[in-house]
């Protein structure tokens, strides 16, 4: 029925109803009540589209279930997504990272919807790891013993400087400096040299061990060596062994 037709139709029964008589009120009512379909307005449903701020919300959260191991405090920045973006709304999201993805630094999140429908999405982030290092608390020259009195903590962003800074006045004390450093520089491992623990011609203690089983034994040692390092002896019989240098004149021989 055409629109100027409907408005007939209701004009008239307005005015069969406000004065006309019974007969034409009836009538009008009769039409009216044949194709009740024709006044029904038809409703659109749009379909729920998935919310771009709960996602960022599942990628911050999947980070910081994920650095709580770590030492010191992090600090997690969600890039938005892009609000042209329309996805389904997702009743099962599922994040996670590719093996061997980074946790710290500039990294990315994958979340997977599982249900209703399966789409993926990816989350930028950057994740900072606040914590305390290491840095030298004066000039320290070459050959330098690092005494505990030479070293300053400080905090910062770790995940900003490359890996292997020192994190603690144990990994450092009693370790000598292989170049000189500089106030406030930050300390890294290959900076310093371990302390002597094996010389070449000293009597070791050969220590062996294995699943279920540990043997000592007396030796000379046939190299010098740092803490750590590979160390080398010979034992009363002749033969010669090797193993990881230890403190105190030991060497560790692992099968």
């Not at 002597?196 to 000293?202: D, E, K, T």
């Amino acid at each position: 029925m055409s629109t100027r037709k409907r408005l007939i139709n209701v004009f008239l029964l307005l005015f069969a109803l406000a004065g006309g008589s019974v007969a034409a009120q009836t009538a009008i009512l009769q039409t009216a009540s044949l194709s009740p379909a024709a006044y029904a307005i038809p409703v659109q449903t749009t379909p729920q589209i998935q919310s771009l701020d709960e996602l960022g919300l599942v990628a911050e959260q999947y980070l910081i279930e994920k650095t709580q191991s770590l030492d010191g405090k992090a600090e997690i920045a969600i890039t938005p997504l892009d609000n042209r973006l329309k996805l389904p709304a997702c009743s099962i999201l599922v994040p996670y990272q590719s093996q061997g993805a980074r946790i710290w630094g500039r990294t990315t999140v994958a979340i997977r919807c599982e249900a209703p429908e399966n789409w993926r999405v990816m989350v930028r982030a950057h994740v900072r790891i606040h914590t305390a290092y290491l840095v030298a608390g004066k000039v320290l020259p070459q050959g330098h013993v690092i005494r505990e009195g030479d070293l300053t903590l400080v905090t910062g962003d770790i995940t900003a400087m490359r890996p292997g800074v020192l994190t603690s006045r144990e990994q450092a004390v009693g370790r000598t400096v292989v170049r000189a450093m500089q106030p406030g520089a930050a300390i890294w491992a290959e900076q310093l040299r371990a302390p002597r623990a094996i010389q070449q011609g000293q009597s070791v203690r050969i220590i062996s061990q294995g699943p279920g089983f540990s043997i000592s034994g007396e030796g000379y040692a046939i190299n010098t060596a740092n803490e750590g390092q590979v160390a080398k002896a010979k034992m009363p019989n002749g033969a010669i062994i090797r193993g990881i240098a230890r403190a105190d004149g030991i060497i560790e021989v692992s099968f």
